[in-house]
């Protein structure tokens, strides 16, 4: 009878051990990893957000019309630019406005081919004749087979007029560019094909100097605004864009 009483004893002590030690686990695994609940709510962030659907032209308009002009079309889930004389294409910019942001979109050219992505453009056709007028461009070029590849800061990927992008990352007329466009707390960063090209601060006195030293420098609200339309420059040449997604900064 004794030794029953002893077995038992013994059994009850092995299983308050267990529980004991069940509990400090519980309390250090919480104390590394923190409340379960809180250490698995999702993460917010500023989504980003398409541009394009793939499919139609909503969200872009043609530059001081509520519509695209007929040139304007889409080509195997890419947006599409005919070439000149088609119907009616002027610049293709976007219904909204962003202030900082981070673009991303791929853009492939014709042979011979020129256009561009501009951003910070007003629509103020009254002011404004073109997107150009208010708008930095990242150049869009053949640089094989357009003539404005022979002037300096005129060259795919370029500032244009205002910075020449290094290195040159460019592919040929046909393929896919990959492009992504920053600007935030006025600093604006280009990547052609993965690589950084360029950067530089926007409206510091820098700015002022080279814009002042540029064909821009006749049109006096040029590169001035914080916020503005994206848009696909109509250069008369065929040329196309896709998988265009934005995140405001």
């Given amino acids: 009878m004794k030794q029953l009483l002893f077995a038992a004893a013994a059994m009850l002590a092995f299983a308050a051990c267990n529980s004991a030690n069940d509990q400090n686990n519980a309390t250090d695994s919480t104390a590394m990893n923190g409340d379960s609940t809180t250490a698995n709510a999702p993460i917010s962030d500023t989504a980003w957000a398409p541009l394009f659907d793939g499919k139609t032209l909503n969200g872009w308009h043609s530059y001081g019309k ?9 080509d195997s889930n890419a947006i599409h630019l005919k070439p000149a004389g088609q119907g009616g294409g002027g610049d293709l910019i976007s219904n909204d406005q962003y202030g900082d942001f981070d673009l991303k979109l791929q853009w492939k050219i014709s042979k011979s081919g020129n256009s561009g992505i501009l951003f910070y453009v007003q629509e103020d056709t009254a002011k404004y004749k073109e997107t150009y007028f208010t708008g930095p461009e990242m150049q869009v ?49 280009f990547w052609l094909n993965g690589t950084e090209v360029l950067t530089t601060k926007l409206w510091d006195d820098n700015w002022k100097k080279m814009v002042a030293n540029s064909k821009f420098k006749q049109w006096p609200d040029f590169g001035t605004f914080t916020n503005g339309h994206i848009a696909l420059q109509d250069h008369g040449n065929e040329v196309w864009f896709r998988n265009i997604e934005i995140k405001r900064l």
């Fill in 66 to 74: 509520t519509t695209s002009g007929s040139d304007w079309g889409i």
């Fill in 141 to 189: 070029l053949d640089n094989n087979g357009h003539p404005d590849a022979k002037i300096v800061k005129h060259r795919a990927g370029d500032l244009y007029d205002l910075i020449t992008s290094k290195p040159e990352t460019v592919k040929p007329a046909g393929e896919w560019n990959d492009v992504e466009i920053r600007s935030v707390d006025s600093t604006i960063t």
